[in-house]
């Protein structure tokens, strides 16, 4: 990383279904817009007012890449936090120019809603899948009960197992994430 990067923190909303793209030699990635509009209190309104949106383009790269496509949904709360740069190129109209922010991290803003963190399982290329055979066990280990598959679920262990307590623990019941419509969840990994 460069001395020089221009770091910054955004927090908004996504805009756009994110987009996932792999290639056989490209490194995949995932890419969204996300909005951000300030809002101000004005005086002479006696009343909040919202300022102008600024939309930016977020790229995330490898395997950040697939959670954030298999979490992030368009409308849901977002924080990034990355390197922001300039992309240029030629429309119709003329030269073109818009924000990106390379993500480093991201992720929901809990200000909005309730998540659930999954891990994700990374098995190594040429090494046997565990759990994939008669038993559907989708490579999971049946060992480990934190193992889950990336869009298969965050499978818990059973109450008691990891020291958790059993029912109306929060972090063991209830619902995983809400969002404001009530039809859908936040979390989708």
């Not at 020089?4 to 909303?13: A, K, R």
């Not at 759990?131 to 008691?160: K, N, Q, T, V």
Request: zero cysteines; aromatic letters at 8%.
């Amino acid at each position: 990383m460069s001395t020089n990067d221009l770091t910054v923190t955004l927090v908004g909303w996504v805009g756009t279904e994110p987009r996932h793209y792999t290639g056989a030699t490209a490194t995949p990635f995932t890419s969204f817009r996300m909005a951000n509009t300030r809002r101000y209190f004005d005086r002479a309104q006696d009343a909040w007012a919202d300022g102008r949106t600024e939309w930016f383009t977020v790229k995330v790269w490898r395997q950040s890449a697939l959670n954030v496509a298999s979490s992030l949904r368009k409308g849901d709360p977002v924080l990034v936090h990355g390197r922001l740069s300039t992309e240029q190129w030629e429309s119709p109209e003329g030269p073109r120019t818009s924000l990106v922010l390379e993500a480093l991290a991201i992720g929901p803003d809990l200000t909005y809603g309730r998540a659930t963190f999954a891990r994700t399982v990374h098995v190594a290329p040429g090494t046997p899948d565990v759990g994939s055979g008669e038993d559907g066990g989708g490579g999971r280990d049946a060992d480990d009960p934190w193992a889950s598959d990336l869009l298969g679920g965050g499978d818990r262990p059973p109450a008691g197992e990891d020291g958790a307590g059993g029912a109306g623990d929060p972090a063991t019941s209830g619902p995983a994430v809400e969002a404001d419509d009530g039809d859908r969840e936040l979390d989708r990994v």
